[in-house]
């Protein structure tokens, strides 16, 4: 069965500090990777995605997540974070030949201390 | 263009209690979707639509149902309430059924408690 594991589920960084956050997924074929963030309040939002190509995807607001295939992994990452980074994050997987499931990990709370 | 509109945002039910909660999108999209969000679970897809008139299931399907009659709406129905549905249920939309490659758009959500 598909599946997606997040390995940090709250984390607490201070300003300016460097962000990694773990993500793998388990699934037998070719997929296709997303990153999600939901502030506070507001609903989730893309933050970035992978479907083929350069493994190292850029989003937004300064974020970044490396795909590794023989990993199975798809980690986030942020040299230097910022108060308002304080959200959860889910790392999502869909197959790339799949009609109608994607597949969430838990989430990962982050809180930046100002 | 509204996006995905979620209605109510919030709401109480006591247990039995029937209700429908309501989505609807402005972007004439195919797929629709609803997840409920619980802590530590993520997100876990409940029911989605590929197109108008076709429904199906998705992992936590038991106890709601759903009805696609128009490409814009996607009401998601409990007949009879019960505690375990207390959660944050999303509505997601995107261009088309193959998600692989198409990006899903979330409502703002609607909190539901089950007393």
């Known amino acids: 069965a598909q599946s997606v594991s997040q390995h940090n589920h709250h984390v607490i960084l201070s300003e300016a500090a460097s962000l990694e956050l773990g993500c793998n997924y388990s699934?037998?074929?070719?997929?296709?990777l997303f990153w999600y963030v939901q502030y506070p309040g507001q609903h989730l939002q893309l933050l970035l995605k992978?479907?083929?190509?350069?493994?190292l995807v850029k989003g937004i607001k300064g974020f970044e997540a490396e795909f590794i295939k023989s990993k199975f992994s798809f980690n986030l990452r942020k040299p230097s974070v910022q108060w308002s980074d304080t959200a959860e994050y889910f790392c999502a997987v869909a197959g790339a030949g799949n009609t109608g499931k994607l597949i969430f990990g838990q989430g990962t709370t982050l809180q930046v201390k100002p | 263009n509204a996006g995905v509109t979620q209605t109510p945002k919030f709401q109480v039910l006591k247990t039995g209690q029937s209700m429908t909660l309501q989505c609807a999108q402005d972007?004439?999209?195919?797929?629709m979707s609803w997840y409920r969000q619980d802590p530590g679970m993520g997100l876990r897809l409940i029911h989605y639509s590929v197109g108008a008139g076709i429904t199906d299931q998705g992992e936590v399907p038991n106890g709601y149902n759903v009805s696609r009659s128009t490409t814009e709406d996607f009401p998601l129905r409990l007949l009879s309430a019960a505690p375990s549905q207390t959660s944050v249920y999303f509505c997601a939309s995107s261009y088309s059924f193959r998600l692989a490659k198409n990006i899903q758009y979330f409502g703002a959500g609607t909190r539901l408690s089950v007393l």
């Open positions: 992978y479907f083929s190509g350069d493994p």
């Open positions: 972007m004439n999209h195919e797929y």
């Open positions: 699934y037998g074929g070719t997929v296709n």
